[in-house]
């Protein structure tokens, strides 16, 4: 971890009297003061703060400790004040999160052309439907389709994701089509187990009026992809982002339902852990997405 980051932050809980005060002042989630303190103390090769349930206190091994992380500080200003010209230009790698669905409609093209604009940049994609540990796994930017943000990170906004209720020709040829909200409870829907799994919300597009139905079948999994590729096999009624399903209902391999009725909108984000000293290509890759999701929405 960044040495001056971390002298950074052990000040910051000592002036400030708290990690909680020291994560919201360097604009900072709680869990990466943490960790930056933790890491701070095994370099030190001791404990540097009494901590209790009504006070904090610097051990004498952190009293040396933060003598010497403001010297450091003091020179990494006087050094900042020498960055040439070129300073902000995107470079380096990132490692982006986000999951299978999302890299293979979306992601991959977006990266293709960050990477074009920006030559001096590279990207390693990690793609994986679990939630990763940004910290640990060494994650810049996590994007994620969610409403159910982790408090303790900070999301910067970079569109939204809108879902379609489509079938295959063929099962609606075998098992009728769904004419109200209500029919999809008899139908055989395929769920996303982290997702709506025995619920899914609609609003009526003309009378904003909201509703819910219970959903079931035999099939459910962890990637929409899955599930898509079902559906288009006629195997039942799923719920798609639209961004996947669009190219499947042009072509005629998947029906449109139920269009009177907008499922859960979620919001697309980039999540990640602090503000502080964020490199410029992280900055230039969420500024990217924010306009290349604003442009992909625009089209389908």
């Known amino acids: 971890m960044d040495r001056i980051t971390a002298a950074e932050v052990f000040v910051a809980i000592v002036e400030r009297g708290s990690l909680s005060a020291a994560a919201e002042g360097l604009d900072m989630s709680r869990a990466m003061v943490t960790r930056y303190l933790a890491q701070m103390e095994d370099w030190s090769g001791a404990r540097l703060l009494h901590r209790t349930t009504r006070r904090m206190g610097l051990t ?66 990690v793609v994986d439907n679990r939630t990763v540990n940004l910290v640990e796994e060494r994650i810049d930017v996590a994007v994620r389709i969610t409403n159910d943000l982790d408090p303790n990170l900070i999301a910067r906004p970079l569109g939204t994701c809108e879902s379609v209720v489509v079938a295959a020709p063929s099962y609606l040829a075998a098992h009728g089509t769904p004419r109200r909200v209500e029919d999809l409870a008899v139908h055989n829907c395929l769920t996303y ?46 719920l798609q982002p639209v961004f996947a399903a669009a190219p499947f209902i042009a072509s005629g391999q998947l029906v449109r339902l139920l269009p009177e009725l907008v499922p859960q909108v979620l919001g697309i984000h980039g999540v990640y852990s602090s503000r502080r000293q964020m490199p410029a290509a992280l900055r230039a890759m969420l500024d990217f997405l924010a306009d290349w999701f604003k442009r992909v929405s625009s089209v389908i």
């Open 60 to 125: 004498p091994a952190g009293e040396a400790t933060l003598a010497r992380c403001r010297q450091m500080l003091e020179i990494a200003a006087q050094m900042a004040a020498t960055d040439g010209p070129g300073a902000d230009t995107p470079r380096g790698l990132l490692r982006i999160a986000c999951a299978q669905s999302l890299a293979q409609q979306v992601l991959g093209a977006a990266v293709t052309a960050y990477l074009r604009r920006y030559p001096q940049t590279a990207v390693d994609l």
């Open 193 to 238: 187990s982290y997702f709506g799994k025995s619920l899914w919300k609609f609003t009526d597009a003309k009378t904003g009026a909201p509703s819910d139905v219970p959903v079931g079948g035999n099939l459910s999994a962890n990637e929409s992809m899955a599930l898509l590729a079902a559906a288009r096999e006629g195997a039942g009624i799923a």
